[in-house]
């Protein structure tokens, strides 16, 4: 049994174990296979790819979503070389499953190396001062997993804790956020590295008319984000003040979103109807997080806006329901625009976009305190984020 003296330091340590300091972000990387895809280029690209050019509706289907989608590049893996060695890859008749895991199982952490190694040298510190791993992918099936595999090649501690979040779709960034925000705030000293990494290959098809949607708006990405909490050390310089965080269920959406691990890969399924459910839900969604800190009546128009963009639809209908000033989601259009649709490893980039243009215009006095970040995933699941800007109503630090 423990005695007087252990019950003392338990006690001890209770009482000392919370940060000083909201928990912030200080540092962001984000990382990109080097294979471009041209948005205007896709439909042949795809379409020669699968060997599918006999399906002429298809992909004059495919090739009108790529011209609405508001991108104009994307990223991925090589799929030409994959293809030729696993042909079973586009035979929706036969297995492929563990080929996609095997190669994906090394890749997808390589790739999270290379935004997380951005991401500690703006920090400034050594990886092994990293405490805590969050990683969220949807691009891998086994254990020990993409985490374990990235803490041993950025040679982090043996005794960091890690946490691997799958199949949370493109809301998986902002989860990870928000338990990122939870440990370190209850952690004294914790500095947590939150790695965001998707590969499509794990559900790379065919075209098949129920995907279509998502072939013609997904790319591959990574992005990895360093959470501390005050007291802060010398040089590092908070980014983004993490207020309040909150996760909303739409009642009865199970079916709109989703995967689905089949003998041949991951099976995603998106309604069209996602779009107008994220509309007719977002205000509330808000509202309730903003009360959550004590103001019943945000102003939409004076906060900065870091939201996940799914698809153009999307960015369109929270604009108009919302009333936004045509540039509040200009940050998010960009990503969409240069990268698409990176699933949870999106809302990095948009970050970063944010971060990059604030710093780009530190000389206007005029920039918002408080902003919020928004992503959306299976369920229909919104999960939203108040943030603030560590330097509000005054220059930027130099």
């Known amino acids: 049994m423990p005695g007087a003296a252990t019950t003392a330091v338990v006690g001890s340590r209770r009482g000392t174990q919370h940060a000083e300091g909201p928990a912030t972000i200080i540092a962001i990387g984000t ?5 471009i895809v041209p948005q205007d280029e896709f439909a042949d690209y795809y379409f020669g ?28 893996h090589p799929y030409e070389e994959i293809i030729t060695a696993h042909p079973e890859i586009i035979d929706k008749h036969m297995p492929s499953l563990e080929a996609r895991v095997d190669i994906v199982a090394s890749e997808v952490p390589k790739l999270a190396e290379s935004a997380a190694r951005k991401a500690i040298a703006e920090w400034g510190r050594p990886a092994t001062d990293i405490t805590h791993l969050i990683f969220s992918t949807y691009s891998g099936c086994c254990a020990p997993s993409a985490d374990l595999q990235l803490a041993s090649l950025l ?8 946490t691997i979040l799958n199949l949370h779709g493109c809301s998986g960034g902002a989860r990870a956020l928000q338990l990122a925000k939870e440990l370190v705030e209850n952690n004294r000293g914790a500095r947590i590295l939150v790695a965001l990494s998707k590969l499509t290959l794990i559900c790379f098809s065919a075209p098949d008319e129920s995907k279509i949607v998502g072939h013609g708006l997904f790319g591959d990405g990574a992005g990895a984000i360093i959470v501390g909490a005050g007291p802060l050390a010398d040089g590092e310089r908070p980014l983004f003040e993490m207020v309040a965080a909150s996760q909303t269920t739409i009642p009865g959406t199970e079916n709109a979103l989703g995967m689905q691990a089949t003998s041949s890969g991951i099976d995603f399924h998106i309604s069209i109807q996602l779009p107008t459910l994220i509309r007719d839900n977002i205000q509330q969604s808000l509202l ?3 009360c959550s800190v004590g103001n019943t009546d945000p102003k939409w128009n004076d906060l900065f806006w ?16 919302l009333q936004l000033q ?19 490893a999106t809302i990095a980039f948009v970050l970063d976009e944010l971060r990059q243009c604030r710093e780009k215009e530190k000389q206007e006095p005029e920039q918002p305190e408080w902003g919020v970040m928004l992503a959306f ?4 699941t919104i ?15 130099n």
């Open 288 to 290: 309730h997080s903003f």
């Open 377 to 380: 995933g299976p369920g229909i």
């Open 49 to 76: 790819l699968t060997k599918s050019e006999h399906l002429t509706e298809l992909k004059d289907k495919i090739k009108r979503i790529c011209q609405k989608s508001g991108i104009e590049k994307r990223y991925n």
């Open 383 to 397: 999960e939203t984020m108040i943030l603030r800007n560590p330097l509000p109503h005054g220059l930027m630090e």
């Open 31 to 35: 990382a990109n296979p080097a294979n």
């Open 326 to 344: 045509p540039w509040k989601l200009a940050a998010s259009r960009q990503v969409l625009r240069e990268y698409g649709n990176m699933s949870g």
């Open 306 to 321: 870091a939201v996940h963009p799914g698809g153009r639809m999307i960015l369109d209908n929270i604009e108009g329901e």
């Open 155 to 162: 040679g982090l501690r043996p005794t960091v804790s890690r």
